[in-house]
């Protein structure tokens, strides 16, 4: 009687260790040391997902930072120069990069170049307003196009990287399956490997695909009010090059009322 009440005893306890093994197959050791071919890929083209969008994150975040540190000290050495042909000299010293300098460059240009060809088909065609308008126009969607340069990278990864984990989770449920039927019997065992790297590929991609999602909200929100920055800002050139004065409330600028103040005579030729 004992001898038969052995074996029975002893099976609970061989199959808890057996389940306890093969829940070891989930973990991400066994992962990377049984990886596929399939597998392999899907975790090359995440990691590539990865790198790329959170090398665009960091580049974007320290570039906006710059932008909007710098727009209120671009915009207020403009109208506070005391001359047109001071304020250019000062936004030619600004950095390449800072586009409000670039806007007021641009307007400088247009302004310049309508005064030296007075007389001519082009200024009969448009007036110094038309003309400036326009060359604000260009300048304003430049910059945007500008700021808005690797938001596709981030849509595509934060849309295209659960899809890519997902092929991964399918994959790995196809190979339990195959197992499931191969060993003939129900038993975790069996199915514990695959499942894990299913489950493993399910979080890669969510791991890639969700900062990618909530940088390219963040991006595209913070953009939209810098371009209503740049659109403010060329309104105001516009007024100043057009009619020699800044409109502010309904109210003169005092720049724009003193002698010699920007505005007060017709800004120079900008080198490009």
Same mark, same amino acid.
């Given at each position: 009687m004992?001898?038969?009440?052995t074996?029975s005893?002893a ?6 260790n057996?389940?306890a ?5 989930l973990g991400?050791s066994h992962?990377?040391h049984h990886?596929?071919v399939?597998d392999?890929? $899907? !975790? #090359? #083209?995440?990691l $590539?997902m990865?790198v790329?969008?959170w090398?665009f994150i960091?580049? /974007? $975040?320290?570039?906006n930072s710059l932008i909007?540190?710098?727009a209120?000290?671009v915009i207020?050495?403009f109208? =506070?120069t005391?001359?047109a042909?001071d304020?250019?000299?000062v936004m ?7 586009p409000?300098?670039? &806007?007021?460059? =641009?307007a400088a240009?247009?302004a ?5 060809? +007075?007389?001519?088909r082009?200024v009969?065609a448009?007036?110094r ?6 060359a604000?126009r260009?300048?304003? =969607?430049?910059?945007?196009r500008g700021l808005e340069g ?7 990864v934060?849309s295209?990287? %659960?899809? %890519?984990g997902?092929?991964?989770?399918? &994959?790995? #449920?196809?190979?339990a ?10 038993s &975790?065992?069996a199915?514990a490997g695959?499942?894990g ?8 991609g !969510?791991? /890639?695909?969700i900062p990618?999602? #909530? ?8 953009n939209? $009010?810098?371009i209503?920055?740049f659109? +403010?800002f060329a ?5 100043f ?5 800044r409109?502010e409330?309904?109210t003169?600028?005092l720049a724009?009322?003193?002698?010699g103040a920007?505005?007060? /005579?017709?800004?120079?030729a900008?080198k490009?």
């Open positions: 004992i001898q038969e009440s074996p005893a099976s609970p306890a061989m199959g808890g057996a389940n093994e093969a829940l070891q197959q991400f992962f990377i990886l596929g399939v392999l890929v $899907v !975790l #090359i #083209i995440l $590539v990865s790329s969008s090398y960091v580049a /974007t $975040v320290i570039r909007r540190a710098r209120d000290k207020k050495l109208w =506070d005391p001359s042909q304020a250019v000299r030619e010293k600004q950095p390449r990069s800072e409000f300098s670039k &806007i007021a460059l =641009d240009s247009a310049a170049h309508h005064q030296r060809h +007075e007389g001519s082009m009969e448009l007036n307003s038309e003309f400036v308008d326009r604000l260009q300048a304003v =969607d430049r910059e945007s690797g938001l596709t990278l981030l849509a595509t934060g295209a990287a %659960v899809f %890519v997902l092929f991964g989770t399918v &994959i790995g #449920i196809y190979r399956l195959i197992n499931l039927g191969a060993s003939g019997q129900s &975790i065992s199915v695959p499942v790297e299913a489950l493993i590929m399910t979080a890669a !969510l791991f /890639t695909a990618a999602v #909530i940088a390219y909200n963040a991006f595209a929100r913070a939209r $009010v810098t209503a920055h659109d +403010e309104h105001d050139l516009h007024d090059f057009a009619t020699g004065a409109v409330a309904g003169p600028s724009a009322a003193r002698p920007v505005g007060a /005579t017709p800004p120079p900008v490009k």
